[in-house]
């Protein structure tokens, strides 16, 4: 079955800190990946996509990640984190070419602190 | 900005009861989904919805969930009778194009607790 697995349900940096959110999925077909962010009191927004064009995906924010199909994974990165970066972050993946379903991980908190 | 609108954001019922979600999808999105999120577990995928029927419904949408579009505007889902494992918090979504193309929009989310 198609599935999306997030290490780590909860991850602390400082203000300035890399940020390095792990995601990884299982697949023996080309999967289409996707990272959401959710603050609080508010829905899912897309941060990014990866749909098989360039490996390396630009986001919002300032957050970017890297398919990497030899290790099944789509890690999520920001250079220097933000207070404002503080939020639960969803790794999703779809495998359907008609595309209908997302299936999402469990979840990542990220906190920041100054 | 368009966005999806939810309502209610919170509803509590008791056991057995019928409890519909409503939703307004971006205006002009063709595809609508539900999705839910238990306290402290993953967001689950419920029901896709397109060109006026199901497209894909997961295994969680049993016989006891129904969808419907009754107006060209509002997206409801339906739970006949509530049990105390269907609290979750509900999310809908719209897209203008199939997902792995097009981006979900989704809603702040409807939180349903059954007593």
């Known amino acids: 079955a198609q599935s999306v697995t997030q290490l780590g349900s909860h991850v602390s940096v400082s203000e300035g800190a890399l940020v390095l959110l792990r995601c990884n999925y299982s697949?023996?077909?080309?999967?289409?990946l996707f990272w959401y962010v959710q603050y609080p009191n508010q829905g899912l927004q897309l941060l990014l996509k990866?749909?098989?064009?360039?490996?390396l995906v630009k986001g919002i924010n300032g957050f970017e990640a890297e398919f990497k199909k030899s290790e099944t994974s789509f890690h999520l990165t920001k250079p220097s984190a933000h207070m404002s970066d503080a939020a639960e972050y969803f790794c999703?993946?779809?495998?359907?070419?008609?595309?209908?379903?997302?299936?999402f991980g469990k979840g990542t908190t990220l906190s920041v602190s100054s | 900005e368009p966005e999806v609108t939810q309502t209610p954001s919170h509803q509590v019922t008791q056991m057995g009861q019928e409890v519909i979600l409503r939703c307004v999808p971006i205006?002009?999105?063709?595809?609508f989904y539900w999705y839910r999120q238990i306290l402290g577990q993953k967001v689950e995928f419920l029901v896709s919805?397109?060109?006026?029927?199901?497209?894909?419904k997961s295994e969680i949408f049993d016989d006891q969930f129904s969808v419907e579009r009754p107006d060209g505007s509002n997206f409801t889902l339906k739970i006949r009778s509530t049990k105390l494992e269907d609290s979750a918090m509900y999310f809908c979504?719209?897209?203008?194009?199939?997902?792995?193309?097009?981006?979900?929009?989704f809603g702040e989310g409807s939180r349903l607790t059954v007593l």
């Open positions: 990866y749909t098989s064009a360039a490996t």
């Open positions: 919805f397109y060109n006026n029927e199901i497209s894909e």
């Open positions: 697949s023996s077909v080309p999967p289409y």
């Open positions: 205006s002009n999105h063709l595809y």
């Open positions: 999703a993946v779809s495998y359907n070419q008609a595309g209908t379903a997302l299936i």
């Open positions: 979504a719209s897209s203008e194009s199939s997902v792995n193309t097009g981006e979900l929009f």
